[in-house]
């Protein structure tokens, strides 16, 4: 990616730094129930599902669908691209698994929902965005 978006970063903790993180292995991370096999974002202690704390660190695919979106117009910062997409979308493992993300490397107007897409990593210094592309 030539030139990077502006991004209000987050706070890494000992606790989300699998998911920022992961992208520098090309992984996008996730914490995942082991006795129930249920994937858990954002992060807790205790398995929403089965409240088992039994909880380990998981790599997915990185396929996804777009579940929705919307068309951002207003130039919210003057460097970004408009318009560009923000989307939620259901990480393929586990449907009920979603992130709010951008939609890149396609035109904002070919975006639909259904659209099968692959994630790719946007680097700033240590943190990773997950941010999704079309997949070919
Ligand atoms: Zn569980």
Same mark, same amino acid.
């Given at each position: 990616?030539?030139?990077?978006?502006?991004?209000?970063?987050?706070?890494?903790?000992?606790?989300?730094?699998?998911?920022?993180? =992961?992208? %520098? @292995?090309?992984?996008?991370?996730? /914490?995942?129930?082991? &006795?129930?096999?249920?994937?858990?974002?954002? $992060?807790?202690?205790?398995?929403?599902?089965?409240?088992?704390?039994?909880?380990?660190?998981?790599?997915?695919? =990185?396929? %996804? @669908?777009?579940?929705?979106?919307? /068309?951002?117009?207003? &130039?919210?910062?003057?460097?970004?691209?408009? $318009?560009?997409?923000?989307?939620?979308?259901?990480?393929?493992?586990?449907?009920?698994?979603?992130?709010?993300?951008?939609?890149?490397?396609?035109?904002?107007?070919?975006?639909?929902?259904?659209?099968?897409?692959?994630?790719?990593?946007?680097?700033?210094?240590?943190?990773?965005?997950?941010?999704?592309?079309?997949?070919?």
């Amino acid at each position: 990616m030539a030139d990077k978006p502006f991004r209000v970063l987050p706070k890494l903790t000992p606790q989300n730094e699998h998911f920022w993180c =992961g992208g %520098a @292995q090309g992984e996008l991370r996730f /914490l995942r129930c082991n &006795p129930c096999g249920e994937y858990i974002h954002p $992060p807790s202690p205790r398995c929403p599902k089965c409240l088992g704390k039994d909880i380990e660190i998981s790599a997915v695919s =990185g396929r %996804a @669908q777009v579940a929705t979106y919307t /068309l951002n117009y207003q &130039p919210w910062v003057p460097s970004s691209d408009h $318009p560009y997409v923000i989307a939620i979308v259901e990480i393929e493992e586990q449907p009920s698994l979603r992130l709010m993300t951008n939609i890149v490397n396609c035109p904002a107007e070919e975006v639909q929902i259904g659209m099968a897409v692959q994630v790719i990593f946007e680097e700033h210094e240590d943190v990773h965005i997950p941010v999704f592309e079309p997949r070919r």
